[in-house]
């Protein structure tokens, strides 16, 4: 399909060249989008960008993809002529529209009116293996990923535009990780492949771009994650002070038990919570679940026990 919309775009009713900030910028006048920088509506350019993109996510031939936020489809139409169907999920009816005028050539391209934030992949009749591209909202980024990477199926790779800072964080060193770190770590292997100029969208936004590849493999069961996000959060409130006062305000003030649960765990108390990779975590909330265990145990143990009664003598 990606050959016949390719030889359809040759002639006299060429494809429209997305690329071209001009004609971007028609379409989106066209369409009835106000391209608004505040709200972070700027369109991708750069055609250097758009083939980075598409060669990250390498769809074939009998490949779906899911993009999302496809606004008005210069990357949809990169990706139709490698994959064998694209559904783009586009919230924003005037994106809608521009996506009716762009892609009407590509037979391979679903446009669904939709919110990525509640959209399933069932919901777009995406089968296990399906691939997920987009530039996406950097005020939703985190939402998004968490609703992408905890998908029954997630995608098999995800290939996405996301603020610098964002790339940079997720794909950290040991030894500098956040919260988002660990949560996204948990899920996927992360990888920074390139940072994004400015120059590359219209209008200009105020900040960088990475392109970032994630691929979906669970390095925690569901409950283990659920345990392990529950103390790092409570902890991470602390970033700046020392596992010691991080975990104590995790465990709710009982410094004895922070330092008792950080022992059994082999961390030193005076690190911070930044520089926990995965495994340590995972040892940290297991630590805490066993300390639980044996306080509930010899709780039980003590209200059952109790004292024999002494009967006075006579």
Known sequence: MGAAAATAGAGAHAELDLCNPATARAVARRAGLGLKRRLG???LVDRAVVEALVDALDPGPLDEVYEIGPGIGTL??????RAARVVAVELDQACLRAL???????????????DALRTTAADLGLGPGYLAAGNIPYNLTGALLQRLLEAEPPPRRAVLLVQREVAARLDAAAGDWSLSTLAVRSLAGVERLGDVPPAAFTPVPAVHSSILRLTPCPLLGPAERAAVLALARRTFTMRRKTLRHGVTY?????????????AAAGIDPGRRPGSLGLEEWRALATAVAQEGDRRQAGSACGRSGGSSPVRSEE
């Open 41 to 43: 509506q700027n369109l």
């Open 76 to 81: 949809t139409s990169a990706l139709s002529h």
């Open 100 to 114: 009716e005028i762009t892609q009407h050539r590509h037979p391979n391209v679903v446009a669904v009116h939709g």
């Open 250 to 262: 995790a465990l709710d003030g009982d410094g004895l038990r922070a330092v008792a649960v950080l």
